[in-house]
């Protein structure tokens, strides 16, 4: 009965698959609006993965952007897109080839610590997630990195 | 089928009638393990509140401590405690007489932000709820404090 804990929804996004305890921290990045209906499962049975994270928001549709966002904390998460009940949409996250934004650079001495900027990372490698920082040009493991 | 959304549990505490929008903040005050089972519910249907927040936590039984804190931003909250899918306990939060730790001033001069030490708060209303800080003496709206 454990997979049926969270009821299907009638319209918008599910994402499965998360790591555990990862759930939280794909919220802080979805950021959904004050009035957006949201579920969240932690340490959730998982046949794939043993205990896994997931995410419903009813009503919206995330974009491609925010949904690549969530592949920096949740690699390997399925993004299933609801209307009527239909499954419309599934696709697995993929990390993008440059990330702006989300991520804080590890290296305290690099300028986009130091100054009020976007950072800019390039991914060098998706397994494991190995990010090259622009601006100071280290290589970071994705664990190393503080995503927001 | 709204109040459906979230099955019944087994063993464990539920925290119901939490203001919308604020399950991310009790679930920070609980600091679950990272074994725990937990479900949210961010702006569900309520009878009483038109939209409110819900949180389950399977397997764990929260201390009257944990619970009290959880006051501090959800003030009318109901915390459940469920064995062999009875409820054998449900009480409505109450906020302490004093509270240390979970809050901090609002005063940035305060010397509880100046030096590494724990808060210490006096409630001196609890509807609204306001407190006072025991070192500066400065009295605060709930809303106008950042609790952790």
Redesign the interface.
Known sequence: ?KH????PIKEGTVIDHIP??RA?QV?NIIN?D???????????SSKKFGRKDIVKIEGRELSPTVVNSIALVAPHANVIIIRDYEVVNKRLVQIPDEIYKSVICGNPKCVSNAEQMDTHFITVSRNPVMLRCHYCERVFHIDELRVE
Do not use: Q, S, W, Y
């Open positions: 009965m049926l804990k969270v009821d555990a305890n939280l919220i959904p004050k009035e957006d209906i949201v579920t969240v499962g932690i340490n959730f």
